[in-house]
C-alpha cells in the first residue's frame, strides 16, 4: 500500500480496514509525508505556518474538506478516518512500514509519530527524515537528497516485494 501526503493517509486507512475486515492481505507500507492526525497538534504542525507547498492553512484546509467543517480536531474521529488518532494497539498486526518524511514539513513530525507508535505496536518501521526537505520537494527531482529520496524508496519496495 503506497501514498504520498493525503494519499498516505488514505493508504494508512486501507491497511486499517484491511486488516481490521479480513483483507485483501497487504504486505507493505509505503508512506511518503504523511497526512495522518486532524488534530495538528504537533510542533512542526505548529512551527511551520508559511513553508513552500504545504503549511498549517493548507493542512486545516484539507482536513476540513475531507471530513468536513468543524470536524477536524474533534472527539470522534476514528482512527479509520484519521490514522494518526490509532494507538499501539490498534495498530498491532499491520505489515512492516517505510515511512519517509521531510524537514520543514508541518506533517514531519505526525510521520514520526506513526513510525513509533508502529514500532511500539511490534510492527517492524523504517523511518527516514531527510534534511534540507519540504513537504512536495519530492517535485525537484533533480537534487541529489530527492534522487537519495528515491533511492530509498526504490530499495525499501524492493525488500517488501521480494522477500
Do not use: K
Not at 490509532?86 to 499491520?94: F, N, T, W
Not at 514539513?105 to 513509533?116: S, V, W
Not at 514500532?119 to 537519495?148: D, K, N, Q, S, W
Amino acid at each position: 500500500m503506497c501514498g504520498d501526503s493525503a494519499g498516505a493517509a488514505l493508504a494508512t486507512a486501507l491497511t486499517l480496514l484491511a486488516r481490521d475486515r479480513g483483507g485483501p492481505a497487504i504486505c507493505f507500507q509505503y508512506l511518503c509525508s504523511p497526512a495522518l492526525d486532524d488534530r495538528l497538534a504537533t510542533a512542526s504542525a505548529r512551527h511551520y505556518t508559511d513553508t513552500p507547498v504545504w503549511n498549517r492553512r493548507n493542512a486545516e484546509l484539507s482536513w476540513a474538506a475531507y471530513l468536513g467543517a468543524g470536524v477536524p480536531g474533534s472527539d470522534g474521529v476514528p482512527s479509520h478516518a484519521a490514522p494518526g488518532r490509532a494507538g499501539a494497539g490498534e495498530l498491532a498486526g499491520l505489515p512492516p512500514a517505510f515511512v519517509s518524511v521531510m524537514q520543514f514539513d508541518p506533517l514531519r513530525d505526525e510521520g514520526i509519530a506513526y513510525a513509533q507508535a508502529l514500532l511500539a505496536a511490534g510492527v517492524h518501521a523504517e523511518l527516514h527524515v531527510y534534511p534540507g526537505t519540504f513537504h512536495g520537494a519530492i517535485m525537484v527531482e533533480h537534487a541529489a537528497v530527492i534522487r537519495r529520496v528515491t533511492q530509498d524508496a526504490d530499495a525499501a519496495l524492493r525488500r517488501a516485494l521480494w522477500r
